[in-house]
């Protein structure tokens, strides 16, 4: 996989797609949002009438004479407003921070859950060029940057900006001079962090974001492949290549790391000057008479308050930025449409169980694979009856497997439509349409689970009788028998703790209880040894008894019983048949490559590529 396959999907986000993705997930929660903002507002608002009280001390001390019972009095009233004030920022910035709380993990978990339902319906095509771990990565960073996006906006910016606002106008109505001063130097202070965040600090970290979704890829995609990794003995190897991955992400990241301390030495100058201002100006006033010591005393509490909320709001800025960044693949993820989808009308598919000729009607089917352009089917009409054994062969790239992965509609075929008992399959529910389709793979995926969870899968309502008895079935009852825990064993990820001929008994068992009318199998037996296929295939054989059938073959002695056999090559049905039928042909391409396998003078159709159909034409 390249660099550009593992960054971010779908075009550029913009701030109105972060705007609309950030009110879809406040929408449901908002009023416990604006409840807890109202009340950090308030708690904030606090912090504006601090610096009054502490001028009000001062003069009252300044202005004290003993005896001054006056001056005493005004004293303890302003230590006492001072106090009170202080309390009540308190209590509503705890009442303010439970409701946030609340907010919070209810949006946080809402983004998870619909990152992996989104992701789980794209289509195989997608699934087949995005790493796994990477995408784990991205819906995980996006729901703890939204948290940090969320917490920045609402519970940082907006009382820092509320601060801001509420002390000029206090320092405007008691110092008009000082807060003119205050008001022009807060404003250009933010000007410059905003520009700095998007010009400079957005590229950065946006370049950081994509190297951390690399990382998290390269290493999922390593530990997956570890039993390939100790086969080769290529530990030391692998080590190289993760940590070249590594050190990009470290360069980037730290770049972007310094540049944000850059910018945050470049505001800390623009507070000391705005410091210096503030309180040169308010000396001034003073050597006029228009200052009282008590005013001097408020402009610096009110500097040191709004110097900490200024601090922070370039520290915001970026977080904010950050944030932003590492949302996007989220977002695109969520502004991501997929080709196959359901439509507004679809219904649930409904097969009948009557005998027809056309169960599965293909009906001048063209299809091209959508990241490549190029055709592989073009006018292709075919007709399997109800019941019918039909085998899939021919060599690789022919054909067979998108035969069937249209048939599910992992893809949505370009031209003409797929028939399934008669009604459309672009317009059925695909889940039902899949629930009628009972799927055996070459390579069968467990899910770290108990064994029964694994073969209820098709049927998760089925009892354990019913799973038991299934698994007696496919032959997978003995060996399930001799584990400690039974049926109650954990397979570990994607089955790893089974052999391969485990692994593909526990997916027959799981198909025979999916009990479903049709039936794919995809060289269901390769997996196993000669005896277990003996028992295996006479299983199958009592399983698809009054199914349709559709079954890709790569070893030609295994589909001699098939009703009707089709020999795909470059997309095209070149010939079909019976076995008997083919074979008699002269010059029949089924048949030399029978032969050819039959002499081992070719291994199993998929597994060299061109070279038997290169050999099979020789024959010819």
Excluded at 257 to 273: C, E, F, H
Excluded at 332 to 348: C, I, K, P, Q
Excluded at 460 to 484: D, R, S
Aim: proline share 3%; hydrophobic share 45%.
């Amino acid at each position: 996989m390249t660099d550009t396959e593992e960054k971010r999907e779908g075009p550029d986000i913009s701030y109105k797609d972060v705007a609309r993705f950030t009110w879809h997930y406040w929408r449901p929660n908002k009023w416990l949002g604006v409840a807890s903002a109202a009340l950090m507002l308030s708690a904030v608002s606090m912090d504006a009438i601090v610096p009054v009280y502490s001028g009000k001390i001062i003069d009252a001390l300044t202005n004290h004479t003993p005896g001054d019972t006056a001056a005493e009095h005004a004293a303890w009233m302003a230590f006492m407003g001072f106090t009170l004030v202080g309390l009540t920022n308190q209590i509503l910035r705890v009442c303010s921070i439970y409701f946030w709380n609340r907010f919070a993990t209810r949006n946080l978990s809402a983004i998870v859950k619909d990152g992996l339902q989104k992701v789980q319906r794209f289509s195989s095509d997608w699934h087949a060029n995005t790493f796994a771990g990477g995408t784990v990565r991205k819906i995980t960073r996006c729901m703890w940057s939204f948290d940090s996006f969320e917490d920045t906006l609402l519970m940082g910016l907006m009382p820092a900006i509320t601060i801001m606002i509420g002390v000029m106008f206090m320092l405007s109505l008691k110092l008009p001079l000082v807060g003119l001063a205050a008001g022009v130097l807060i404003v250009l202070y933010c000007a410059v962090s905003i520009w700095m965040s998007l010009k400079i600090l957005a590229p950065r970290f946006r370049d950081s974001a994509e190297s951390d979704t690399k990382v998290g890829a390269t290493l999922a995609d390593i530990i997956t492949g570890n039993p390939t990794v100790k086969a080769f003995g290529a530990e030391e190897r692998e080590d190289a290549l993760f940590g070249e991955v590594v050190k990009t992400w470290q360069k980037k990241s730290l770049f972007a790391w310094q540049t944000g301390v850059k910018a945050d030495a470049v505001r800390s100058v623009m507070r000391l000057i705005m410091m210096a201002t503030m309180i040169s100006t308010t000396i001034f006033l003073w050597t006029q008479g228009k200052a009282t010591p008590g005013d001097i005393v408020l402009v610096l509490t009110t500097f040191f308050i709004i110097g900490g909320y200024l601090r922070d709001i370039g520290m915001h800025i970026s977080h904010l930025q950050r944030a932003t960044s590492d949302m996007e693949d989220g977002i695109g993820f969520w502004l991501r449409e997929d080709d196959v989808v359901n439509t507004d009308d679809a219904t649930s598919l409904k097969v009948s169980g009557q005998r027809r000729r056309d169960l599965i009607s293909f009906d001048k089917v063209g299809f091209a694979y959508p990241s490549t352009g190029k055709f592989i089917y073009r006018n292709m009409s075919v007709d399997i009856a109800s019941g019918e054994k039909l085998a899939l062969v021919g060599p690789s790239g022919g054909g067979k497997s998108t035969f069937v992965k249209l048939i599910q509609r992992l893809y949505n075929v370009t031209e003409g439509e797929i028939r399934i008992d008669g009604q459309d399959i672009s317009k059925v529910r695909m889940d039902s349409l899949r629930q009628q389709i009972a799927l055996v793979p070459q390579d069968p995926i467990l899910f770290h689970r108990s064994l029964s969870e694994n073969i209820a899968y098709g049927n998760p309502g089925a009892t354990q009788e019913q799973i038991v008895e299934a698994a007696k079935k496919a032959y997978a009852h003995p060996f399930i028998g001799n584990l400690a825990k039974g049926y109650d064993t954990l397979v570990g990820e994607r089955g790893v703790k089974l052999s391969g001929g485990e692994r593909q008994r526990v997916a027959i068992a799981r198909a025979i209880l999916a009990d479903a009318p049709i039936l794919i199998l995809d060289e269901a037996t390769s997996s196993l040894d000669s005896i277990s296929e003996h028992y295996i295939q006479m299983a199958l054989e009592e399983l698809m008894k009054g199914r349709t059938t559709i079954t890709i073959a790569h070893r030609l002695s295994t589909i001699q019983k098939a009703d009707r056999i089709l020999v795909f090559d470059n997309g095209e049905i070149i010939e079909q048949g019976d076995h008997d039928s083919l074979m008699a042909r002269p010059n029949s391409r089924y048949k030399a490559l029978y032969e050819m396998q039959a002499l081992e003078l070719v291994p199993d159709l998929d597994e060299e590529g061109e070279e038997p159909r290169r050999q099979a034409a020789a024959a010819e």
